[in-house]
């Protein structure tokens, strides 16, 4: 008996420590109010599969968005990230903390997690290039990060032929997908949905402010307005 009751509370404080570090995160660091710019979208998801895997796509400047990766131990709510590819630490290593919502850094810096959108999201996007932050019609709902999805095709500050999408269509679990430009002067490129149940090689294009996916769906790329998402 006594077996059963200690195996059940480890089962149950296990499941206290497990994090998932999926969701939309800003840096103060970097915050500029209206404007992306200290947007941090977060996920430990390939597709439907959670790992140890981290990615992150952000912005420091609102128009330019870089992805870097690290990994993450559940058992702590630990996470550590490579900075390097864009100019900081290899290794810095953070703590999710449940009650405050944050991500807490190593060298004193947090990152606080919103629930909701707390702005506003309007469509012509001023700026160019395929990186930045986009509306999917199929999924998007009223006040909340479903059909969200933000893209980049820089690795730090490096950009290549490769893209990272991190997105959501329920508002709370957060995935990422990769992708590549099959031709990036015409801002063509295929994403493997498959890790989501979806194709494998879907096939899309960039253009005045929207991608323009074979299977009819468009996503519109997003300007920062004011008030909540709508």
């Not at 500029?32 to 979208?41: M, T, V, Y």
Request: contains cysteine; proline residues 3%.
């Amino acid at each position: 008996m006594l077996r059963v009751v200690l195996a059940a509370a480890l089962t149950s404080a296990a499941a206290a420590a497990h994090c998932d570090f999926g969701g939309y995160f800003r840096d103060p660091n970097h915050y500029k109010e209206g404007s992306f710019a200290g947007s941090r979208f977060v996920t430990s998801r390939t597709g439907d599969k959670e790992g140890n895997a981290i990615t992150l796509i952000g912005s420091d400047d609102g128009k330019n968005f870089w992805t870097l990766h690290g990994k993450q131990d559940q058992t702590r709510c630990a996470i550590t990230v490579d900075f390097s590819p864009k100019g900081g630490p290899s290794n810095l290593s953070g703590r999710y903390e449940s009650q405050t919502k944050a991500i807490v850094w190593s060298d004193s810096n947090f990152w606080t997690q919103l629930n909701v959108p707390d702005f506003g999201a309007l469509t012509k996007a001023a700026y160019s290039g395929i990186s930045g932050y986009y509306q999917d019609p199929n999924h998007i709902k009223r006040h909340s990060w479903a059909g969200t999805r933000m893209i980049s095709d820089a690795e730090g500050d490096k950009e290549g032929n490769g893209l990272n999408l991190i997105g959501s269509d329920d508002g709370t679990t957060f995935w990422m997908l990769k992708g590549k430009f099959t031709d990036k002067a015409q801002n063509a490129f295929v994403v493997d949905f498959s890790p989501k149940g979806g194709p494998p090689g879907l096939s899309g294009k960039y253009a005045a402010g929207a991608i323009k996916w074979t299977d009819g769906n468009t996503w519109e790329k997003m300007a920062f307005g004011q008030g909540q998402l709508v």
